[in-house]
């Protein structure tokens, strides 16, 4: 199975952008990717998710401001977040699902002035 290494965190004001990547240690071509997150005090939730035909889907609090997708030949996923608001802060994880599913260890994202 891959391992994944999630990668662009930080802090980033209100209305800015970041760009998350998640690099996997191989193919990636037959998974499902998906972005999760986990506030303060909060479960983790479903923030995005791509299939291997790379249909997309996302949570209500994210539509039109993230955009999910997969690069299959460099075997990363990367989540485009725009409009920042601070109630997106939280640690964002990347998950890989074929057979049996795998998580990255995380990367903080603090959306803060």
Known sequence: QVQLVESGGGLVQPGGSLR??????GSISMYAMGWYRRAPGKQRELVALITTAASTNYADSVKGRFTISRDNARNT????MNSLKPED???????ATWTTA????????TVSS
């Open 89 to 95: 802060t939280a640690v964002y994880y990347c998950k």
């Open 77 to 80: 996923v990367y989540l485009q």
């Open 20 to 25: 998350l990547s998640c690099a996997a240690s």
């Open 102 to 109: 795998v998580w990255g260890q995380g990367t903080q994202v």
